[in-house]
């Protein structure tokens, strides 16, 4: 995908004309398109999610590949390990799940999925 994109960037800066430069955007839709096709489960245990984690420090942050009600119960597992097994607090203001679209703070940053323009 960068490929492509690094290509349309070349292309503009040699001038081609718009006929190329429609035809690498065409190509960027159809990967795109692609790899929408992907499941986000596993073709051989439908319950296995993608679970993505950052950590630093005492904080944390779990992206997951699925629906807010699994986000949820991830959410509630993690805090029932959290206070039960490792006696942490975990404390609500700071705690929750939010749609990687709209962003959420975490160590002074804003994080949220990138959405390309092409």
Do not use: W
Not at 62 to 81: D, L, Q, T, W
Not at 86 to 98: F, I, M, T
């Amino acid at each position: 995908m960068l490929r492509l994109r690094r290509k349309i960037e070349r292309l503009r800066a040699e001038g081609a004309d718009q006929a190329e430069i429609h035809a690498a955007l065409a190509e960027i839709k159809a990967v795109n398109k692609e790899r929408r096709k992907v499941p986000s489960v596993g073709p051989i245990n439908p319950n296995f999610k993608g679970l993505h984690s950052c950590r630093y420090a005492d904080d944390f942050l779990i992206g997951v590949i699925g629906s807010k009600r699994e986000a949820c119960e991830i959410m509630a597992g993690v805090g029932r390990f959290l206070t039960d097994a490792l006696k942490l607090a975990v404390s609500p203001e700071n705690s929750g799940v939010h749609a990687a679209s709209k962003g959420v703070p975490f160590l002074s940053y804003r994080i949220s999925t990138y959405t390309s323009l092409y």
